[in-house]
């Protein structure tokens, strides 16, 4: 069972514009919300985080609304850049509970930027 | 500082074989996982460890799949024997279980491929 839900799969940006993903997820004892961004050939590394506590995180051009009640978080990019390509991938975790921060990810959205 | 180091970066091997693919956490860290990544299924676990004990190996997909952490500063993953369905790219990633917030930290992975 999928714990966090991923859209879209695939995206497809002019430069300039803003992109969108968006996750969902069940499980209400999640506590700390994180993106990461992945290079072809490379890690996937982390991008920017959120706790459940804010409705919004903004860090340069990204930026994380979570909306608690929906049960819902997304990743906007701002002036999307062609260097912004790469495959974004949602997760969370509960760091209040026993599961060490393992991290349950959503299944990724491969975002290319067109210049 | 180094990262998380994985080793081989890349592997053939023919079916039947045994593969042994290796990772260093970052100096400090007390868990570490193990991560598989195909088009069809994404990013799935399949086992971590916390100071050096496996917690959660329940994503590990067969029997002819082991891992070890001997000490803290190194980890294998084994398959045994292999076949062309465990051709993947394999990611090891770190953290440090101990506060809010801790990141996991990814290894640029190693790009398996049984024939």
């Known amino acids: 069972q999928q714990q966090v839900k991923q859209s879209p799969q695939s995206l497809i940006v002019q430069k300039g514009g803003i992109s969108i993903i968006n996750c969902a997820y069940e499980n209400t004892a999640f506590d700390y919300f994180p993106w990461y961004q992945q290079f072809p050939g490379k890690g996937p590394a982390l991008l920017i985080a959120i706790r459940p506590d804010v409705s919004e995180k903004k860090e340069g051009r990204f930026t994380i609304s979570f909306n608690k009640s929906a049960k819902q978080f997304s990743l906007h990019i701002m002036d999307s850049q062609p260097g912004d390509s790469a495959t974004y991938f949602c997760?969370?975790?509960?760091?209040?509970?026993?599961?060490?921060?393992?991290?349950?990810f959503g299944r990724g959205t491969q975002l290319t930027v067109w210049p | 500082d180094a990262g998380v180091i994985q080793s081989p970066r890349h592997e053939v091997t023919e079916m039947g074989q045994e593969v042994t693919l290796r990772c260093k956490p970052i100096?400090?860290?007390?868990?570490l996982f193990w991560y598989r990544q195909t088009m069809m299924r994404g990013l799935e676990l399949l086992i971590y460890?916390?100071?050096?004990?496996?917690?959660?190996d329940s994503g590990m997909p067969e029997d002819r799949f082991s891992a070890k952490m001997p000490n803290a500063s190194f980890s294998t993953l084994k398959i045994q024997p292999s076949e062309p369905r465990d051709s993947a790219v394999y990611f090891c990633?770190?953290?440090?279980?101990?506060?809010?917030?801790?990141?996991?930290?990814f290894g640029d992975g190693t790009r398996l491929s049984i024939l």
């Open positions: 997760a969370a975790t509960e760091f209040a509970g026993s599961t060490l921060g393992r991290l349950y």
């Open positions: 460890f916390n100071n050096n004990v496996p917690i959660d």
């Open positions: 990633a770190s953290s440090l279980a101990r506060g809010y917030g801790q990141p996991q930290h």
């Open positions: 100096s400090g860290h007390n868990s």
